[in-house]
């Protein structure tokens, strides 16, 4: 329990260090030359979603620095902006931060005149929730979902074939995860036979107890890569975002990916956004371009594997992302939720006071 407050504590820091420094950065990087006269462009992302090979090759043919600020959960995206409206031109916020960002008049609407690659782009394959007038504002990138949870066939001390395997106290110290109640309680909701917003007290008190259960057993809350503790020895056990097990899977012959028979599976598509005060609009259109392109987004793909949402990209993508292409679908007889969906205001309000509870002690 001392070595997990540790983590806590040092993630903590990390983050808030992190948070001073990088938004004195984007702040720098700011220019308040009229749109599209500028050779900047101050982004937000999460990293691992864009490679480092694509920033570049785009900064050489365009010859526009990307100031990047690097961030773990949709949270910060959205607390970043509102607070330097000015400071960031682009980010790939997930559907709820999506619907935040346009209900506070944030962003501007998408000119697809000027990005003509998004032809490729498609949105069948992305949140139920996305509407047309979401669509007037974003641009989606990639889809994360499908088999999320990776362990090391070598050193994990049991066998998983269901959820309540996690448990057991012999997995105590051995599990990496996300550290987000909305990712938690839809899934423990769900496992229990209930809906994944439920905002029923006994169902969730219900809930909390076999979510307590669970994190007794976490030795790491990691909201970026959760594999890495896996891959390093930490762990034996991650549950991440398919896009980083299949990653770490691809690394670590060691590793394996659970077919656990009553999981829910969890689902998350990150979008393409401008900021209505952007002062490098026009760049941002070239780098959304940019990345659309078929064999751009390939790269992005072979990289950081996904769902596509570039059916034209799959003629360029790598043999090793077939090999894991499998790992992103999600059986037809099987749950799933969205992860960062708009669950109901209450509902959140209940998780989040549950988990504030549990991470407290």
């Known amino acids: 329990e001392e070595s997990k407050m540790k983590r806590r504590k040092f993630l903590a820091l990390t983050a808030a260090l992190v948070l001073a420094a990088t938004t004195g950065l984007a702040s720098c ?3 308040s030359g009229s749109k599209g006269d500028t050779k900047e462009l101050n982004m937000i992302l999460y990293p691992d979603y864009v490679p480092q090979s694509v920033i570049d090759s785009f900064e050489k043919e365009t010859g526009i620095k990307c100031n990047i600020d690097y961030v773990d959960n949709d949270t910060l995206i959205y607390t970043k902006w509102s607070e330097d409206p000015k400071g960031y031109d682009i980010g790939q916020p997930a559907i709820s931060t999506l619907h935040a ?3 506070a008049d944030m962003l501007q609407e998408i000119s697809y005149e000027d990005i003509p690659n998004s032809k490729y782009i498609s949105t069948d394959k992305c949140d139920i929730s996305l509407n047309d007038n979401d669509k007037k504002y974003s641009i989606p990138y990639n889809t994360t979902g499908g088999y999320t949870w990776i362990y090391n066939t070598k050193t994990c001390p049991v066998t998983i074939t269901k959820m309540d395997d996690l448990l057991d106290e012999k997995l105590r110290g051995q599990i990496v995860t996300m550290p987000y109640s909305f990712m938690w309680y839809p899934s423990a909701l769900m496992h229990l036979g209930y809906s ?4 029923d007290e006994k169902e969730i008190a219900e809930a909390t107890e076999w979510v307590k259960k669970l994190t007794a057993n976490v030795k790491v809350f990691d909201g970026a890569t959760p594999s890495s503790s896996v891959k390093n020895g930490e762990c034996s056990v991650a549950l991440t ?7 770490a899977l691809l690394d670590d012959p060691d590793l394996d990916y659970l077919k656990v028979e009553d999981q829910t599976f969890m689902q998350c598509t990150q979008y393409w956004v401008i900021g209505k005060q952007s002062p490098n609009s026009k760049n941002a259109e070239k780098f959304i371009d940019y990345i659309c392109d ?9 990289t950081y594997p996904a769902i596509s949402n570039n059916e034209e990209a799959l003629n360029y993508v790598s043999d090793d992302y077939k090999k894991i292409e499998g790992m992103f679908e999600i059986p037809d007889d099987k749950k799933s939720y969205i992860l960062n969906s708009d669950l109901p205001t209450d509902a959140l309000s209940a998780y989040d006071e549950q988990w504030n509870k549990i991470m407290s002690n």
């Not at 994944?196 to 905002?199: C, E, L, Y």
């Not at 078929?294 to 072979?302: M, Q, R, S």
């Open 29 to 31: 990087g700011n220019n």
């Open 101 to 103: 960002l346009i209900d």
């Open 196 to 199: 994944d917003s439920s905002t």
């Open 241 to 247: 975002f398919a896009s980083d097990a299949s990653r």
């Open 294 to 302: 078929p064999k751009i987004y390939a790269e992005c793909l072979n």
